[in-house]
């Protein structure tokens, strides 16, 4: 199995800003819905975004709705989540995930693969 990787995590100031980026090899990523998910200690994973296949959908959690857009490179096997405006309270470790999921919803149901996920820590 080819999995998801990735990048762009890292420490921030709040207001500012980060590009996540996750990528695989596997040529079944442009038949997957892709998704962003994030679980702060303590508390749950949460869904963050999603995409559909083709990348003329997504789907934002009220929380970053405004701040947050998820984008797909098709041609380069990558999903991105552009973060801006970025809060104390986005500090999380941040999942991709893939799958023949419901971009419409933010269920888990469906994603199939996962990344090992990236640390996003926001500042005072």
């Known amino acids: 199995q080819v999995p998801l990787v990735e990048s762009g995590g890292g420490l921030v100031q709040a207001g500012g800003s980060l590009r996540l980026s996750c990528t695989t090899s596997?040529?079944?990523?442009?038949?997957?819905?892709m998704g962003w998910f994030r679980q702060a200690p303590g508390k749950e994973r949460e869904f963050v975004a999603a995409i559909s296949v083709n990348g003329g959908s997504t789907n934002t959690a009220y929380s970053v709705k405004g701040r947050f857009t998820i984008s797909r490179d098709n041609a380069k096997n990558t999903v991105y989540l552009q973060m801006n405006s970025l809060k104390r309270e986005d500090t999380a470790v941040y999942y991709c995930a893939g799958g023949r999921a419901d971009w419409t919803t933010g269920s888990r149901n469906g994603y199939d693969y996962w990344g090992q996920g990236t640390q996003v820590t926001v500042s005072s």
């Open positions: 596997s040529r079944t990523f442009r038949t997957y819905t």
